[in-house]
């Protein structure tokens, strides 16, 4: 039976149906300007005391993933004497860099998370200088306290089944969309990692058949987190969770190729033209 950890990104207002309902949250604070340590110390405590057991999961800074030209809306952090903002980001080893990642460990330690986020651009390229990078940071100087672990979201050009082998042999938990395109390969592990972005962008909600069709691809592992990004993401997190507990998802589910294709041979030039006439 999966293990299913349900939820949203960052508090929502009605926190006290959040911790009855969800399993889930993804602290997105953590891009920017983090908060300071007794208030991450009093999420961790709140979500300990939450009904659920809750995972939760650390956003790293921008500081960290992003080249300065790529960071909208700031460093969130503050530059010491002799430091460079070139020297930040795209898992570079520097001496910024090397500060800023104790800094997220700090904070996702003072929240209780199990897990970090790595968000990277689209200026983060499939190249080998940022494969070589990526495996450097993630092989030698990580560093990760004692039961967490990397969940790794690229956007831009990264083909689902180019970032899912580099992320396995890497050990890191790659985070995808399960339903942006249903032909491409789930990844090849025992944990997943949905990030739910919404049928049609961030305004959009989940339908039932929408949820189904999650809990049949979650089937696939032993541990799935499912973290909703939607116009309401605690409305769709709890209705997955109320659905999981009486769906029997179909383990032979598979996205059909055809649905969607067009067969030429169905259609003569000659059939067109008439048409037109």
């Known amino acids: 039976m999966t293990d299913i950890f349900c939820g949203c990104s960052d508090l929502p207002h009605d926190r006290k149906a959040f911790y009855r309902d969800a399993s889930a949250i993804e602290y997105r604070v953590g891009l920017f300007s983090p908060p300071k340590a007794r208030v991450l110390k009093d999420w961790a405590a709140a979500a300990a005391e939450s009904k659920n057991n809750m995972r939760s999961i650390w956003v790293a800074w921008q500081a960290f993933t992003h080249r300065p030209a790529d960071i909208k809306k700031g460093f969130g952090l503050k530059l010491l004497p002799g430091e460079s903002a070139a020297n930040l980001g795209h898992f570079l080893k520097t001496d910024e860099n090397l500060r800023v990642w104790t800094r997220i460990k700090e904070q996702a330690v003072n929240v209780g998370a199990s897990r970090i986020l790595l968000e990277t651009p689209a200026a983060f390229t499939p190249s080998d200088a940022n494969k ?19 969940v790794w979201h690229p956007a831009g050009f990264w083909e689902r089944e180019e ?97 969607d294709e067009f067969d030429d041979e169905e259609y003569e030039d000659d059939d067109i033209d008439d048409d037109i006439e």
């Open 132 to 150: 070589r990078s990526l495996e450097c940071f993630a092989k030698d100087w990580a560093d990760l306290p004692e039961n967490m672990r990397l």
């Open 163 to 259: 970032a899912a082998l580099v992320a396995q042999n890497l050990g890191i938990l790659l985070a995808i969309d399960p339903l942006v395109d249903e032909r491409e390969d789930l990844p090849d592990s025992s944990e997943a990692y949905f990030q739910m972005l919404g049928r049609h962008g961030l305004l959009d909600s989940y339908s039932d058949d929408d949820l189904e069709r999650i809990l049949d691809m979650a089937a696939r592992f032993d541990d799935v987190t499912v973290v909703f990004r939607t116009c309401d993401s605690l409305g769709d997190a709890r209705r997955l969770i109320k659905l999981s507990k009486t769906y029997v998802p179909n383990a032979d589910f598979e996205f059909d190729d055809d649905d």
